[in-house]
C-alpha cells in the first residue's frame, strides 16, 4: 500500500459477534436487520468510521455458560474465552488494528431481567468484552455502547408525540419506543473515546 492510500484509510469499528446456540432460527434469520443495523446506522452517522459486523459461532462460544447472578465472574470467564474468538480472526488475517469488540449475543436474559452486560475499566469506563441477549432490540446497542465509552447518566428519553428511549436508557420500559439513537452527550463520549484509538 503506498503512502497516499494509507493516509486515506478509512478507520474503521469491528464488533464480533458470537452466537449463542440458544438464539433461535426465528430470530438469526433477520438478526442483522433487527438488531445490528439501525446501531451501525447510527454509529457511522456520527463518527467517522465504517463499521463491520462478523458474525461467528462454534464451541466454546456458542455454549458458554453465560446464566447466574454473579455476572462478574461471568464477564471475567467471557473477557477469557472472548479473547481466543478474536485470536481465531487474528490468526486468519483480520486486522486487528482498529477498534474491535467481541459480544456474545444470547437468547435469553443473563439473570431475572439482566439482559446484557459489558465489562469495562477506568478511566473511561470502557472495554472490549460484552454479553448481550435478543430480549430487546436495543440490548446490544446499548452493551457495545459501553464498550465504547456511553453512558447510563447520559442517555436521554424524548418525546415526539410518544416517549423514546435512546440506546443509553438504563431501565428500558415495554410502553416506551426504541429511538436507535445515542443522546448528544453519549454521542460526545464515543468520538472522545475512539479519538484516542487508531
Ligand atoms: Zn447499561
Known amino acids: 500500500m503506498n503512502e497516499n492510500l494509507r493516509q486515506h ?14 438464539v433461535p432460527e426465528s430470530v438469526r434469520i433477520s438478526i442483522y436487520a433487527d438488531h445490528f443495523r439501525p446501531f451501525v446506522q447510527e454509529l457511522e452517522s456520527f463518527t467517522d468510521r465504517k463499521v463491520y459486523v462478523v458474525f461467528g459461532a462454534g464451541e466454546p462460544f456458542s455454549n458458554f455458560d453465560y446464566k447466574g447472578e454473579d ?6 470467564r467471557w473477557e477469557h474465552v472472548g479473547r481466543q474468538y478474536l485470536d481465531r480472526y487474528r490468526a486468519e488475517g483480520f486486522d486487528m488494528d482498529d477498534v474491535h469488540v467481541a459480544v456474545l449475543v444470547t437468547g435469553e436474559a443473563i439473570t431475572g431481567n439482566m439482559l446484557g452486560v459489558a465489562l469495562t475499566w477506568p478511566p473511561k469506563g470502557t472495554g472490549q468484552f460484552a454479553i448481550a441477549s435478543v430480549k430487546g ?14 453512558r447510563h ?3 436521554e428519553v424524548t ?11 438504563p431501565e428500558q420500559q ?9 443522546s448528544e452527550s453519549n454521542r460526545k463520549n464515543i468520538k472522545n473515546y475512539l479519538a484516542t484509538k487508531n
Open 9 to 22: 484509510k478509512q478507520k474503521t469499528i469491528t464488533i464480533y459477534a458470537a452466537m449463542h446456540q440458544d
Open 71 to 76: 455476572t462478574m465472574a461471568t464477564l471475567r
Open 137 to 150: 432490540y436495543q440490548v446490544i446497542g446499548h452493551e457495545i455502547g459501553h464498550l465504547l465509552g456511553a
Open 153 to 155: 447518566e447520559d442517555s
Open 159 to 169: 418525546f415526539n408525540g410518544w416517549w423514546s428511549e435512546s440506546y443509553m436508557t
Open 174 to 182: 415495554p410502553l416506551r419506543s426504541n429511538s436507535y439513537r445515542f
